[in-house]
């Protein structure tokens, strides 16, 4: 669910109650998409004669901008389907992310591991002649050429701590990079 978001709700003649203005962002803050994530809205309702308009504009990260309009009589309905094509373009927008970072076959390392200890490993005695267990053990873990940009995107989408890729603009230089608590991106490189 979207808190954040910045609704600035205009309606075009007086004799539409504000009830659709709470219904309508409502509606916008309980679209559920982690890509593009929404910044702001913009909703505009109007009324012509028997006719009802909702027009819905997000201002989305990345510098995407999605528009829905309908004209309906009924303005609940007009709402909803303002907010179904905003919807399928944010699953439309995703796919073609999705798309255009697929993984391709000879783009991944087979043998790099990638391993998680519980935090208590930090501590565990130098001299000892055998690791710590790791809690979750992955094999094939995918390194992408990808770059920076596109590994953030990334990092977003699938909810993880972190992403190895290789860097397209450095001559494909093995990286990590990780998302800090206060929001900011770092960068390790791993070939340094």
Known sequence: MN?????NATIRHEDISNYFKEYAAKKIQNL???????????????KQKHLHTAEIVLF???NITL???TTHEDMHVAIDKSVSKIARRMRKQKTRLLKRNHPREEEHIRNL????????????PIESPADPQPIFEQEDYRVLSLFKEDAMINLELNDD???IFKNKRRNNSLQLLTKK???HYA???LEG
């Open 161 to 163: 701590n972190f992403i």
């Open 67 to 69: 528009q829905g309009t």
């Open 3 to 7: 808190d954040t978001i910045i609704i």
């Open 32 to 46: 559920e998409f982690k890509y593009p994530k929404i910044i702001e809205a913009k909703v505009i309702l109007n």
């Open 113 to 124: 591991k990638l391993r998680q200890f519980e935090v208590g490993a930090i501590d565990h």
């Open 60 to 62: 989305c990260t990345q």
């Open 181 to 183: 608590k206060n929001g």
């Open 187 to 189: 960068v390790i490189d």
